[in-house]
């Protein structure tokens, strides 16, 4: 019913930039919170950096100054621009969002299928 489509992933070199992008399709009738999170090799999950839908956003310390999330709500899309890219930020990267989709009076919580982001030095 609602999938999130991941685009942008790849190899990059150290001090590159990469854009991710996200888009939700499905019987969705609104989506609250999206958000980026990142999984190394052998790392737990980690938020990125979330924005509401009136776009507040939150970033974690490391990408302060470096990424920026924003989104298009008339296209159920969510972005993360990274610049200034180092080989720590070697992850899968994983978009997520809170939906209401059509006809449920609940937010539940969707992931993407991740997208690798390598980062050579």
């Known amino acids: 019913q609602v999938q999130l489509v991941e685009s942008g992933g790849g190899l990059v070199q150290a001090g590159g930039s990469l854009k991710l992008s996200c888009a939700a399709s499905?019987?969705?009738?609104?989506?609250?919170?999206m958000a980026w999170y990142r999984q190394g090799s052998g790392d737990q999950r980690e938020l990125v950096a979330s924005?509401?839908?009136?776009?507040?956003?939150r970033y974690i310390d490391s990408g302060k100054g470096r990424f920026t999330i924003s989104r298009d709500n008339a296209k159920n899309t969510v972005y993360l621009q990274m610049n200034s890219l180092k080989p720590e930020d070697t992850a899968v990267y994983y978009c997520?969002?809170?939906?209401?989709?059509?006809?449920?009076?609940?937010?539940?919580?969707?992931w993407g299928q991740g997208t690798q982001v390598t980062v050579s030095s």
């Open positions: 997520n969002a809170d939906i209401i989709v059509m006809g449920r009076p609940y937010i539940e919580a969707y």
């Open positions: 499905g019987t969705i009738f609104n989506i609250n919170d």
């Open positions: 924005i509401t839908r009136g776009g507040r956003t």
